[in-house]
């Protein structure tokens, strides 16, 4: 039976909690390389795709080397640093791809 909330209904979240399903546990699928930066960076990918970052912000590398930049606050929200030795580094393009000294 699923929750049911009239429409301006207000509920803690400690009581919607309590009232809906039980809680799931989720992790990222991918693992990445990534590096914070610390000044502006700006950057066009393969794709032709515009990226900017400030400082604070991640430089993220796939495990196909694509490159993007994640804001600080996802990025640490979303990931979590692996312990030397947990897992293989992806597999990296030149860094020449996109002209940037990382």
């Known amino acids: 039976m699923g929750l049911k909330l009239e429409i301006g209904a207000q509920m803690s979240g400690a009581e919607f ?3 809906t399903e039980e809680w799931k546990t989720y992790r990222t699928r991918f ?3 990534a ?3 610390n000044q502006p960076l700006t950057f ?3 794709l032709g795709r515009e990226h ?3 400082p ?3 430089l993220v590398e796939s495990s196909e080397g694509l490159l993007r930049i994640a804001p600080r606050e996802i990025f640490e929200d979303v990931y979590v640093i692996m312990e030397n030795g947990q897992s293989e580094p992806p597999i990296c393009l030149p860094p ?3 002209g940037l000294r990382i």
């Open 17 to 19: 909690m309590s009232r």
């Open 31 to 33: 693992l990445v390389r």
């Open 35 to 37: 590096k914070q930066i």
């Open 44 to 46: 066009t990918d393969p």
């Open 52 to 54: 900017c970052g400030r």
């Open 56 to 58: 604070g912000d991640y």
């Open 96 to 98: 020449d791809t996109y």
